[in-house]
């Protein structure tokens, strides 16, 4: 290979980019945080990403803020102030009857007013059902970078460096929109910790208005049925995860997860494997293409902690590994590793923990 040619211009910035940021973009400035809620909750990711939007504020050394919209009757002052104690500065709050109830058309037009008004560098949305369908359209329609499920989030210079899975969840990539803004990205619930709640933060509210009537929107919200063929599984928040992996050999065997995990209070999870054959509901999927979770304790049987599954539990507190090969890649992370066959290590556990848990209730009776 020859060498370059004494005249090749020198590459800009640490990566061969160059991270200055141009003249007319550097009026934007702050981190948002679009808050999803629902029938009176707000979605936990929200408060997650407040988390994750105060550290990259605090690394620019601008304000956080949050955007909260729904109806006129709808909470959402109340949640305003608990999203102060979260991390935000301030909120944007936009309240209209149109926007009872979740429909692209009057948010995508009312963040887009918002962001073009008060110019915000960065933005924030959960990588929910919501939080995917109005994310793409207001990145489309300001015309702006969007980094879909994002697993890191940094500073680089003054842009954002957001990191997500790639070439089938084998390699990380990060990505930056230096020429555009805000930056924007989302991130599925769990990938971030919940912040501590600081109840002494305060705030304020900047009050917008949303400019569109019922009849501008096309799409109408008749009624909400929810979906009661849709099992309670709650994977996302479990404290305790008992994952099953293809090693668990059949779906008969599965009773020795369902009874370690009834035992400990514990939500089932599965590997792909054991979702594509059949075993358990994909809901329970646990990975890339599944849930992300962070529980306090994941006990993964006859799973070969392949990267596709390792990057949607990796953040769990404490990971036990059961695995019949003492090189399977799970041992590389998981902070107990058991080498042994499943179906005789569970047994072993449901009874040791099954004894345990009963002489301490026995205790405080
Ligand atoms: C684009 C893409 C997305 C994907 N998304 C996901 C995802 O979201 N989630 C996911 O899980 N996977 C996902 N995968 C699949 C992933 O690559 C792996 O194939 C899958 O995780 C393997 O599942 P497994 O560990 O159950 O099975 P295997 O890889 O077959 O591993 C079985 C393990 O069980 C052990 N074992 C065998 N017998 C016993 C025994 N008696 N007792 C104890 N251990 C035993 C074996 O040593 C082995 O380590 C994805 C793949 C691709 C390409």
Redesign the pocket.
């Known amino acids: 290979m020859s060498a370059p040619p004494k005249s090749a211009p020198k590459p800009a910035g640490r990566a061969g980019r160059n991270t200055e940021l141009p003249e007319h973009l550097k009026c934007y400035k702050g981190v948002w945080v679009f808050i999803e809620h629902d029938r009176g909750h707000v979605h936990q990711v929200s408060w997650e990403l407040l988390g994750e939007a105060r550290k990259l504020a605090d690394k620019l050394g601008v304000q956080v803020a949050g955007v909260l919209m729904g109806g006129p009757d709808e909470q959402l002052d109340a949640f305003a102030k608990e999203a102060y104690t979260f991390g935000a500065d301030l909120c944007y709050v936009m309240r209209d009857p149109v926007l009872k109830g979740y429909r692209n058309e009057p948010f995508t037009k009312g963040l887009t007013d918002l962001v073009n008004q008060y110019q915000p560098e960065i933005m924030l949305l959960g990588a929910t059902t919501m939080g995917r369908d109005l994310a793409g359209s207001v990145a489309t329609t300001l015309g702006t970078g969007l980094t879909a499920d994002c697993t890191e989030l940094n500073i680089d210079g003054r842009a954002l460096a957001a990191t997500r899975p790639t070439f089938?969840?084998s390699l990380l990539c990060t990505i930056m929109t230096l020429a555009y803004r805000p930056q924007m990205a989302t991130i599925r619930p769990r990938v971030m910790a919940l912040p501590r709640r600081d109840e002494t933060r305060t705030g304020h509210i900047v009050e917008a208005t949303l400019g569109m009537i019922e009849t501008d929107i096309v799409t109408k919200l008749l009624d909400f049925i929810p979906d009661t063929s849709r099992s309670t599984v709650n994977l996302a928040y479990a404290d305790i995860i008992v994952t099953?992996?293809?090693?668990?050999?059949n779906a008969d065997n599965l009773k020795l997860i369902w009874n370690l995990a009834r035992v400990l209070g514990a939500e089932v999870g599965?590997?792909?494997?054991?979702t594509q054959a059949g075993w358990l509901d994909a809901e329970r999927?646990?990975?890339?293409?599944?849930k992300t979770v962070r529980p306090k304790l994941y006990i993964a049987?006859?799973?070969?902690?392949?990267?596709?599954?390792r990057v949607?539990m990796e953040s769990s507190d404490v990971i036990v590994a059961?695995?019949?090969?003492p090189n399977?890649p799970?041992f590389d992370f998981a902070h107990y590793g058991i080498v042994?066959?499943?179906?005789q290590?569970l047994p072993v556990l449901t009874e040791t923990f099954r004894a345990h848990l009963d002489k301490r209730v026995r205790k405080v009776a």
Request: glycine share 24%; net charge positive.
């Open positions: 089938g969840g099953a992996g293809k090693g668990m050999k599965a590997t792909r494997a054991v999927q646990v990975g890339q293409t599944g049987a006859g799973v070969s902690g392949a990267i596709q599954h949607g059961i695995n019949t090969d399977a799970i042994g066959n499943a179906m290590v």
